[in-house]
């Protein structure tokens, strides 16, 4: 993730965040508190998300919206996993209190949801076979290869991409997790698996197949941010959310929590959601 990030974090932002801080009286809250936990939805994407076999939830989204949470007088979270697709509407159906998944910022999501200000930071990657044998290094690349098939989660950011940039509807192959897309690259079923390039990484390494390399990271996508999202209508429970996380960012406990995943803290401390979930 250093390597092709290097970002300067400002604290100038969060201190005047933390100087204007009201004190919150809002009924989500309270509910929350109530019940002793939030609800959050994940993808169970590490190092974005995770669930052990004995069920814990953990991850560098769902560890940071713990802290955050319980410092707001909720104890703790209760995960369930969704595909990206689906996060917004159970969200909006109420299924979930909050998304804490890896969902990066774009305007059409911000439209949607209420994020709060950045956590996570990532550019995108593609597994391949070893050797790269079709010279794929961008979703363009992808898009003028009538024999490239590209696997991608449902509603997620690279199905996104991959569509923009011109790939047909027939060879972007939607697949419900990590695992999966991995063994529809083993299998040669995909030519190209793509999710963030910590994602991918982790993947990858777990695997620990010598016939799969990556490429990193993908030429001409962006790099994003993500933020806890929380249902339209519920911004106090999010700006309550903001203020707890901003201290989190200064204290230096925020590095603590997301640096051993590899994340960097100042990343997601150079830039807004009010920069990130403008159109362009």
């Given at each position: 993730?250093?390597?092709?990030?290097t970002?300067?974090a400002?604290?100038?932002?969060?201190t005047?965040?933390?100087?204007?801080?009201?004190?919150?009286?809002?009924?989500?809250?309270?509910?929350?508190?109530?019940?002793?936990?939030?609800?959050?939805?994940?993808?169970?994407?590490p190092?974005?998300t995770?669930?052990?076999?004995?069920?814990?939830?953990?991850?560098?989204?769902?560890?940071?919206?713990?802290?955050?949470?319980?410092?707001?007088?909720v104890e703790?979270?209760?995960a369930?996993i969704?595909e990206y697709?689906?996060?917004i509407?159970?969200?909006?159906?109420?299924r979930?209190d909050?998304?804490?998944?890896?969902?990066f910022?774009?305007?059409?999501?911000c439209n949607?949801?209420?994020?709060?200000?950045?956590i996570?930071?990532d550019?995108?990657?593609?597994?391949?076979?070893?050797?790269?044998?079709?010279?794929?290094k961008?979703?363009?690349?992808?898009?003028?290869?009538?024999?490239?098939?590209?696997?991608?989660?449902?509603?997620?950011?690279?199905?996104?991409?991959?569509l923009e940039?011109?790939?047909p509807?027939?060879?972007?192959?939607?697949v419900p997790?990590g695992?999966?897309?991995l063994?529809?690259?083993?299998d040669?079923?995909?030519?190209?698996?793509?999710?963030?390039v910590l994602?991918i990484n982790?993947?990858?390494?777990k695997?620990n197949d010598?016939?799969?390399?990556?490429?990193?990271?993908?030429?001409?996508?962006?790099v994003?941010?993500d933020?806890?999202a929380?249902?339209k209508?519920?911004?106090?429970?999010?700006?309550?959310?903001d203020?707890?996380?901003?201290?989190?960012?200064?204290?230096?406990?925020?590095?603590?929590?997301?640096?051993?995943?590899?994340?960097?803290?100042?990343?997601?401390?150079?830039?807004?959601r009010?920069?990130?979930?403008?159109?362009?």
């Amino acid at each position: 993730m250093r390597t092709f990030l290097t970002i300067t974090a400002s604290t100038g932002a969060l201190t005047a965040m933390l100087a204007a801080a009201p004190a919150w009286a809002d009924g989500k809250l309270e509910e929350l508190k109530e019940q002793g936990f939030a609800r959050v939805a994940i993808a169970n994407e590490p190092p974005f998300t995770a669930v052990a076999a004995d069920g814990k939830v953990s991850g560098a989204a769902p560890d940071v919206a713990r802290e955050v949470f319980k410092r707001l007088g909720v104890e703790d979270i209760v995960a369930s996993i969704s595909e990206y697709g689906a996060m917004i509407p159970g969200l909006q159906a109420g299924r979930h209190d909050v998304i804490t998944a890896g969902l990066f910022m774009k305007p059409e999501r911000c439209n949607a949801v209420a994020y709060s200000e950045p956590i996570l930071c990532d550019a995108e990657a593609f597994a391949l076979k070893k050797g790269n044998p079709l010279k794929l290094k961008s979703y363009k690349d992808i898009a003028d290869n009538p024999d490239a098939k590209i696997g991608a989660p449902g509603g997620g950011t690279e199905e996104k991409l991959a569509l923009e940039a011109g790939v047909p509807r027939d060879r972007v192959i939607v697949v419900p997790d990590g695992q999966s897309g991995l063994k529809m690259l083993q299998d040669g079923r995909i030519d190209v698996y793509s999710l963030p390039v910590l994602s991918i990484n982790a993947l990858v390494s777990k695997a620990n197949d010598p016939s799969v390399e990556v490429v990193a990271p993908v030429e001409g996508a962006p790099v994003y941010c993500d933020g806890a999202a929380f249902k339209k209508g519920e911004e106090a429970l999010r700006d309550a959310f903001d203020v707890e996380l901003a201290k989190l960012k200064q204290s230096g406990e925020f590095a603590k929590i997301i640096e051993p995943y590899g994340f960097s803290a100042a990343a997601a401390m150079s830039t807004t959601r009010e920069k990130l979930c403008a159109t362009k």
